[in-house]
């Protein structure tokens, strides 16, 4: 059982990257998705969630209006659109399954996730 986050890089401020998030060895087919980021020397903290319907979405406060998560169940792949990046974006951004709440409370938690990925390196420069 695998998660595999995709996608990361350098950009400039300004700039757009798009983050997937793969599973492997299981679907994610009834599972919430979140993503989350850690900056060095910071928490890990919540980014965005997804339902497992893909119906709802939730987003903190510091991305909202410039991130978008989606998901796929039939390539059993989510994507984090990143948009109008900032320097404070720069982070490890990890992609998480968990169970099928659908709860901003609960999908902000990161202990209401089962399994993680290794994370990806996302840097934006000034």
């Known amino acids: 059982v695998q998660v595999v986050e995709s996608g990361g890089g350098s950009v400039q401020a300004g700039g757009s990257l798009r983050l997937s998030c793969a599973a492997s060895?299981?679907?994610?087919?009834?599972?919430?998705i979140g993503w989350f980021r850690q900056a060095p020397g910071k928490e890990r903290e919540f980014v965005a969630a997804?339902?497992?319907?893909?119906?709802?979405?939730y987003y903190a406060d510091s991305v909202k209006g410039r991130f978008t998560v989606s998901r796929d169940n039939a390539k059993n792949t989510v994507n984090l659109q990143m948009n109008s990046l900032k320097p404070e974006d720069t982070a490890v951004y990890y992609c998480?399954?968990?169970?099928?709440?659908?709860?901003?409370?609960?999908?902000?938690?990161?202990?209401?996730?089962?399994?993680w990925g290794q994370g990806t390196q996302v840097t934006v420069s000034s």
């Open positions: 060895g299981f679907s994610f087919d009834g599972f919430a």
């Open positions: 998480a399954a968990g169970l099928p709440y659908d709860s901003g409370a609960y999908l902000r938690r990161t202990d209401k996730y089962t399994y």
């Open positions: 997804i339902s497992w319907s893909g119906e709802t979405t």
